[in-house]
């Protein structure tokens, strides 16, 4: 009698994450882990008092599923007065646990199996597993060269009679690319011209460089009713594994996306989410002092990745730097030139094939975050001198 398979095989579509793997593997040799995108520096006091306080007072259970009304409220108010956009915080406000959560909750909403999803390269590794356990096809369209830029004549011959949404990511982990509106305009024309969804991934919106500015596609004409955008407050407020995203979209969409969030996680941490209300509540005056520090940080781990011989993109926002090791004479691949850096010299990056489909445009590429301490960027520099 032949064995049945005990594993789906919708799992064989992706691996465990690289990311997580580069941090297992710093631990591994005491390495500076620039590998996985989370602070290592305190989140703000502001924040963290009122998360206290929250719990002192016994906000200890269930919130309503699809969130507090006072974040719900604290998200339309920001989308107002940032954007300018109207968003109603009963019918088209969903908390969720994460940004990761906000995004698998949209693909299983809206997506059917055989559906063909557009999604830019280099892309966050979660997207492959969205799509495989939604049953979506991903098209990829590649940015290319140092600016990270699509060519629309691709962009065009991605998108037919099965497509069902388009994922953007801006600003972009891992490029560090923010799409302009030149670009958001020509996928926006294609989305109405092929009558399908934006799913945007905006979760890195507060944190921007130079003079660039961050455009959500809801604002775009004729794109708010077929936008789905996913945000939240882990990266802008230091705080990652408090678990906070949320969903934004008009009440049809919102509907068919709390479905699907009330029954894969129920809710997101109550006590959090008082936290979360105040921080996006005193967020202004916090929002141009986050900028700075991490513009701080990109400029100093610039100089220490060119000064060691690597060829960077200057990031237009996010915390990531896309490091092309080309010139630095290394005799192998991606994969094996980041655990040459964690055993060698002491710093780990992730590989930049993990980032891509087609794993030979990202074999010369490293990725590496800022978003760590200038005491741990400035030891990271000092290691990666003995290159």
């Known amino acids: 009698m032949p064995q049945r398979a005990l594993v789906a095989s919708r799992t064989a579509v992706f691996s465990e994450s690289v990311i997580r793997e580069m941090t297992r593997l710093s631990f591994l040799h ?217 969903v934004v979209a008009p009440p049809h969409l919102s509907e068919a996306v709390r479905k699907v969030h009330d029954f894969l996680t129920v809710g997101a941490p109550a006590p959090l989410q008082q936290a979360g209300a105040v921080a996006l509540e005193q967020g202004e005056a916090y929002y141009p002092e986050l900028r700075s520090m991490y513009q701080g940080k990109r400029d100093r781990l610039l100089i220490a990745l060119r000064e060691a011989g690597f060829i960077c993109h200057k990031p237009e926002g996010a915390y990531y730097v896309m490091a092309d090791f080309g010139d630095l004479g290394f005799d192998g691949d991606d994969t094996a030139f980041a655990l040459n850096l964690i055993e060698r010299a002491g710093v780990a990056p992730v590989p930049g094939s993990s980032f891509y489909n087609n794993q030979e445009a990202g074999s010369r590429f490293v990725r590496f975050t800022f978003s760590k301490s200038d005491e741990t960027l400035a030891e990271a520099a000092r290691r990666l001198a003995s290159l």
């Open 30 to 246: 005491g390495a500076i882990n620039l590998a996985q995108g989370y602070p290592d520096f305190p989140a703000p006091g502001f924040v963290k008092r009122a998360a206290i306080e929250a719990i002192e007072a016994d906000v200890n259970q269930y919130a309503i599923t699809w969130g507090d009304p006072r974040l719900r409220t604290a998200i339309a108010d920001k989308m107002r007065g940032h954007y300018g956009l109207d968003v109603d915080p009963e019918r088209e406000v969903t908390v969720t646990c994460g940004a990761t959560e906000a995004m698998m909750a949209a693909m299983l909403a809206f997506v059917e199996p055989g559906d063909e999803v557009i999604v830019f390269e280099p892309f966050y590794e979660n997207y492959v597993p969205d799509a495989a356990m939604s049953g979506a096809t991903l098209k990829y369209v590649t940015l290319r060269g140092l600016d990270f830029v699509f060519d629309p004549d691709e962009l065009r011959a991605a998108f037919g009679p099965r497509t069902k949404a388009i994922i953007v990511n801006s600003p972009n982990n891992p490029s560090g690319k923010v799409f302009d509106r030149e670009e958001l305009g020509q996928i926006a024309a294609l989305c109405q011209e092929f009558d399908c969804l934006c799913f945007t991934d905006e979760i890195y919106e507060h944190i921007l460089f130079d003079d660039h500015q961050h455009l959500p596609m809801s604002t775009l004409p004729g794109m708010y009713d077929r936008t789905v955008t996913v945000g939240g407050l882990s990266k802008t407020f230091s705080v990652t594994g408090w678990r906070l995203g949320y």
